[in-house]
């Protein structure tokens, strides 16, 4: 199960960060994402990690803004996002994929959370 918070509306330039609590995972190697879906457009990759090495990947879209993380202690991975901007809107979902290898396509994931909002107003 996989549960998001951290969504909110912030001004252009501001930060938030998005958590996403992972529970029974049935895998012992997988990789947390983070998707996220604006309105009437396709669900887009924005970030991942590999739960055991910590090895990281990003869209181009949130290079350099955005930073993926986790606890293992939490069972939790968190999306720092920093400079944000009204496109960075949308309803961000977090994703597992079972293994050590970093998918950005949606169909890769086996589990979803139920998503949180972010909007960035200009």
């Known amino acids: 199960q996989l549960v998001e918070s951290g969504g909110g509306l912030v001004q252009a330039g501001g930060s938030l960060r998005l958590s996403c609590a992972a529970s029974?995972?049935?895998?012992?190697?997988?990789?947390m994402g983070w998707f996220r879906q604006a309105p009437g457009k396709e669900r887009e990759f924005v970030a991942a990690?590999?739960?055991?090495?910590?090895?990281?990947y990003y869209a181009d879209s949130v290079k350099g803004r955005f930073t993926i993380s986790r606890s293992n202690a939490k069972n939790t991975v968190y999306l720092q996002m920093n400079s944000l901007k009204p496109e960075d809107t949308g309803v961000y979902y977090c994703a597992v994929d079972q293994g050590v290898v970093i998918h950005t396509t949606r169909g890769a994931y086996d589990s979803w959370g139920q998503g949180t909002q972010v909007t960035v107003s200009s």
């Open positions: 990690i590999v739960w055991s090495d910590g090895d990281t």
């Open positions: 029974g995972m049935p895998f012992s190697s997988y990789v």
